[in-house]
C-alpha cells in the first residue's frame, strides 16, 4: 500500500515521514488548528500521494472519539484531532499512543524484528512502555495497558505526578537519573548533554546512579516477562541514547538474576530513534486498513 504518512506530535516538536522517510520536524504549534494546518502544509510541500494518515500522540489516546489527553499537550485536549486532520485531507486517520507507534515500529522494521513478542520501554522524562505481538499492540480497556513506569518500586518514595506514590518513575526515568546524578556529581545546574559527556568521561559515582535505575528498571521488568513472555526487550528514550550500556547493563542483569534459572528476553537498545514514531504511526494506519487495500 503506498501514500501511508505517519506524525509524531510531542510536546515541543511534530514529525512528518513515510516508512521510510522523514519528511521533516517542526515545533508543535499551540493550538489544534494551527497544528492541522501545520500537517496539511508539510504534505503539500512533500508531494507525497496521500492515501491513509497514522497520527502518535504522547499520552493517552481514545480511539473512539478520536481525541487525546496528553499533559504536554494541553491545548490538544478535547479537540477533535482525528476528525480534524479527516476534513483536512479527506483520508482515513487512525490515532495512536506515541509509545504503542514506537513498539510497533521497533517489532516490525527495529531492534525486535524477528521477535514473536516483544516490549518495548522508553525511558525520557517518564517511563512508558508497550507489548507487540503477532495481533499488535496490547492497549487496555482504557489505552492504559503496561504503564510500567507506575509500578511501584522498592526505591522509591513520595508522591508521582500520576497521583500515586513510590513510583518507578521516581528511581528509574531519564528525568530522576539526571537528577540523582546533578546530586552525586555536585552540579546543580548541568544539562542532560553535560551529564552525558561526565558518564562517558568516565566520573566516579556516575556507574552508581545508572546501576540503581537500571536494576530498579529490571526488577520492575520480571513481572512483564513472567506475564507476557516477550522474546525481545528494546529500551529507548533519551537516556538510555545518552547512556546505552551503562544503563542497559544494569537492566540485563537484575532480570537475569530475578528470572534465574528461567531464560530471560534479549534486552536490546533501540534503533530508529526519531524515525520510530513516524513509522509506527504509518504502520498503524496500514493495519487499519481493511486487507484489500493494503
Ligand atoms: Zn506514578
Not at 492504559?144 to 513520595?158: I, K, N, R, T
Not at 506475564?227 to 542497559?248: K, Q, S
Request: contains cysteine; hydrophobic residues 45%.
Amino acid at each position: 500500500m503506498t501514500g501511508v504518512v505517519g506524525v509524531d506530535i510531542g510536546g515541543t516538536k511534530t514529525a512528518v515521514g513515510t516508512l521510510g522517510q522523514l519528511l521533516g520536524v517542526w515545533p508543535t504549534p499551540d493550538s489544534g488548528p494551527a497544528l492541522v494546518e501545520l500537517i496539511q502544509a508539510a504534505l503539500e510541500g512533500s508531494g507525497a500521494a496521500l492515501s491513509r494518515l497514522g497520527v502518535c500522540v504522547a499520552g493517552r489516546v481514545d480511539p473512539e472519539r478520536g481525541t487525546t489527553r496528553a499533559a504536554n499537550l494541553p491545548s490538544l485536549v478535547g479537540f477533535p484531532l482525528r476528525d480534524a486532520l479527516h476534513a483536512a485531507l479527506r483520508v482515513p486517520v487512525t490515532l495512536v499512543n506515541d509509545a504503542d507507534a514506537a513498539a510497533l515500529a521497533e517489532h516490525r522494521a527495529g531492534s525486535a524484528r524477528g521477535a514473536r513478542a516483544s516490549v518495548f520501554v522508553t525511558v525520557s522524562t517518564g517511563i512508558g512502555a508497550a507489548y507487540v505481538s503477532g495481533s499488535g499492540a496490547l492497549r487496555g480497556a482504557h489505552g492504559q495497558a503496561m504503564e510500567l513506569g507506575h509500578l511501584p518500586s522498592p526505591g522509591a518514595h513520595g508522591p508521582c505526578h500520576c497521583g500515586r506514590q513510590g513510583c518507578l518513575e521516581l528511581v528509574a526515568s531519564g528525568s530522576a537519573i539526571n537528577r540523582a546524578l546533578r546530586v552525586r556529581l555536585n552540579r546543580p545546574g548541568a544539562a542532560p548533554a553535560e551529564l552525558a559527556a561526565l558518564a562517558a568521561a568516565g566520573e566516579p559515582g556516575v556507574q552508581e546512579v545508572l546501576h540503581a535505575a537500571g536494576h530498579a528498571l529490571g526488577v520492575a521488568l520480571l513481572p512483564v516477562c513472567l506475564t507476557l513472555d516477550p522474546d525481545v526487550i528494546v529500551i529507548g528514550g533519551g537516556a538510555a541514547l545518552a547512556y546505552g550500556d551503562r544503563l542497559l547493563d544494569p537492566v540485563r542483569g537484575a532480570l537475569r538474576d530475578a528470572l534465574q534459572p528461567w531464560p530471560g528476553p534479549d534486552v536490546r537498545p533501540a534503533c530508529l530513534g526519531v524515525q520510530a514514531g513516524v513509522t509506527g504511526a504509518a504502520l498503524a494506519a496500514m493495519d487499519a486498513a481493511p486487507v484489500a487495500a493494503r
